[in-house]
């Protein structure tokens, strides 16, 4: 159930987008698709919409084979990055689009529009035109607009790309309180580490065409399968041939076990954090300011270095020298 | 209408509209432009449409409706009535399918289909007249097929309103595609995956969001639909009493029946129609600006 893909493959002309992706996505779950731009995301999500035909490969949504299914049949929902807003409709009209081509009667297309305004706060907002709101407003009238028609899923391309940081944080927030009430099956495209991390039930970590990885945001982030997974979900650094995470460095004053000895070239505070560059290992450490002080810690100072115990570290990828 | 809606704080446009004033016209260049154009309007557009409107009226009124009550001059009327009708109504048809073809479907001989719609613009309409006459005349390829289906073209009102049709079709899609292009296909993709058919995205999103284009693109081949000499006056054979349109009527009484009152009556209708057809899509223009 939920969304099959099988053997999925797509190439524009020579370049191959999309290469043999097998996926499966929960019923009810809110599925992230990360992974750098141009690595196929929204060709994979406009597969699945049907707006976009793969070379191979089959898509099932609720256990039915969609492959040869068109866009309006599938009975999904898709909320495109710039809104797709109808600009010549109303609010109300954008909304109640989907039920009126579906001939529902007019009393229940006006009940469940207003539903649906109320659940993404557009209520007073009903008779304007899409021109006259702001691009969050815009996204959530898309939104409703898709949850109109009940779809069996809702796919979403980068839905909040558009909108600046804070607008955007809202939104996301907006959108994992809004799915935990309607639990439609949600597939969200993003290039955000940190907006899957936060919002999504499974991460698919997408790279040149390829799935690097699936799993739920704590395995990707304490497991992850390789070297690109862990350095696309934050920053990353190596200190004696592992890839571990700055903020994993424990740093001291004095030789400690294993640790290595470095050089603090370096030394920049961005508000609370602190960052340590060790010169001759060519890593850094990341520091809360009240580390630092308790350290002492000052450029050219000698200390001793190791990933703290227990954290996330992989080989690292050999350097091109 | 925003004082319906609960107020939000948007921007307030500043008095002075955002769009930047013209400059002046004070300096030295702007004069000479200025004269220049007023030199090209009045001896290229003014001074031969008073000449126009005085010999019309300059007989009398009597002569001017006698003119325009002649049975010939009322079938030109009829006439030109007809096809420009017949090819406004393909043109808008023709039009609307031409343009989405060339700005939402990528398919082999795109390029080819988009310079063939342009042609007529380059070339004379008397040549897309003899194109015509060769493909669909008594001996051409298409004729004698056509005419075992019992449509003569040339010499007649099909070939009159296909030629028609081809010189004043560009003025439909090239309104068009920069708009369909400009809104994007994403509108219509939405439309689909909330269930919507062809038919139904077509009526209820592409059409709503090219009208004024398609407006002010019928309007203007309307005017030229009217107005079109050359090529019609290949195709049709320029039988007085039977093909001759208004503009074809001009020429013949200029021409051979050196009747030149009857002449500037016709031409002074023709110039008036143009004339609304114009206003009107500056209208519509300043309209779809707003
Ligand atoms: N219609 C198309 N024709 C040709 N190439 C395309 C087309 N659509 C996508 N591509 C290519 O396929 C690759 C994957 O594109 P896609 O839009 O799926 O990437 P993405 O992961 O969504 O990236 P982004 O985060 O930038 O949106 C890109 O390299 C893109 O150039
Ligand atoms: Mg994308």
């Known amino acids: ?321 | 209408m925003a004082d319906t809606v609960a107020p939000v704080t948007r921007p307030v446009p500043a008095p002075h509209s955002a769009r930047e004033p013209a400059r002046a016209a004070r300096t030295p260049g702007s004069l000479v432009l200025r004269g220049v154009a007023m030199v090209y309007v009045g001896l290229l557009v003014l001074l031969p449409v008073a000449v126009i409107l005085y010999r019309t009226f300059q007989p009398g009124l009597n002569v001017f409706f006698a003119a325009l009550d002649s049975p010939e001059a009322l079938h030109a009327f009829q006439m030109t009535g007809i096809v420009a009708l017949s090819a406004v109504v393909i043109n808008t048809v023709f039009g609307v399918a031409v343009a989405v073809l060339l700005a939402r479907y990528r398919f082999w001989g795109r390029r080819l289909l988009s310079a063939f719609v342009d042609l007529p613009v380059s070339v004379s309409p008397i040549v897309v007249g003899l194109a015509l006459v060769l493909v669909f005349g008594p001996t051409g390829w298409l004729g004698p097929f056509v005419e075992h289906h019992g449509v003569t073209m040339i010499g007649a009102k099909p070939g009159m309103i296909v030629a028609t049709v081809f010189v004043s079709l560009p003025l439909v899609v090239r309104a068009l595609v920069p708009v369909l292009e400009q809104s994007g296909m994403e509108q219509e993709q939405a439309a689909a995956s909330l269930g919507a058919s062809a038919v139904t995205r077509l009526r209820r999103i592409t059409l709503p969001t090219i009208r004024a284009a398609l407006t002010y693109g019928v309007v203007l081949s309307l005017a030229r639909c009217i107005g079109e000499y050359g090529a019609v006056l290949v195709v049709s054979n320029n039988i007085e009493g039977q093909t001759e349109t208004a503009p074809l009527r001009v020429g013949n009484l200029v021409e051979n029946e050196l009747n030149y009152n009857a002449a500037y009556a016709i031409t002074f209708v023709l110039i008036i129609v143009a004339f609304a057809a114009i206003l009107l899509s500056a209208w519509i223009r300043r309209r779809r600006r707003s």
């Open chain 1, 1 to 321: 159930m939920g969304i099959q893909v099988h053997g999925i493959g797509k190439r524009f002309g020579d370049f191959v987008a999309l290469e043999n992706i097998d996926l499966s996505m929960r019923t009810g779950a809110l599925t992230a698709l990360l992974g750098p731009s141009g690595g196929g995301k929204s060709t994979l999500l406009r597969i699945i919409a049907g707006l976009e035909k793969p070379d191979t490969g089959t898509v099932e949504i609720d256990g039915a084979d969609a492959t040869r299914l068109a866009p309006r049949h599938r009975n999904v929902g898709f909320v495109f990055q710039h809104y797709a807003a109808f600009t010549h409709l109303s609010v109300y009209r954008n909304v109640a689009f989907g039920l009126e081509i579906r001939k529902r009667p007019r009393a229940e297309i006006r009940k469940r529009v207003n539903e649906l305004l109320e659940l993404v706060h557009l209520e007073q907002f009903a008779d304007r035109l899409p021109a006259q709101l702001s691009g969050g407003q815009r996204q959530r009238m898309a939104l409703a607009r898709a949850l109109a028609v009940e779809p069996k899923v809702l796919l979403l391309d980068e839905p909040f790309g558009a909108l600046d940081a804070k607008v955007r944080k809202e939104l996301r927030d907006w959108l994992r309180r809004l799915h935990d009430e309607v639990h439609v099956t949600t597939v969200f495209v993003t290039h955000d580490q940190e907006e899957a991390l936060e919002v999504s039930d499974e991460i698919v970590v997408i790279n040149d065409g390829r799935v690097e990885q699936v799993g739920k945001p704590d395995e990707l982030y304490d497991r992850p399968a390789n070297p690109f997974v862990m350095s696309f979900l934050g920053p990353v650094t190596t200190l004696d041939g592992q890839l571990v995470r700055p903020h994993d460095i424990e740093v001291f004053t004095d030789p400690v076990g294993d640790a290595v000895p470095a050089k603090v070239t370096r030394l920049q505070r961005i508000g609370f954090e602190v960052r340590a560059e060790l010169g001759d290992t060519g890593g850094w450490a990341q520091l809360t300011r009240g580390q630092s002080e308790a350290l002492n810690l000052a450029e050219g100072a000698n200390v001793w270095v190791r990933p703290a115990p227990g954290t996330t570290r992989i080989p690292a990828p050999r350097q091109p020298t």
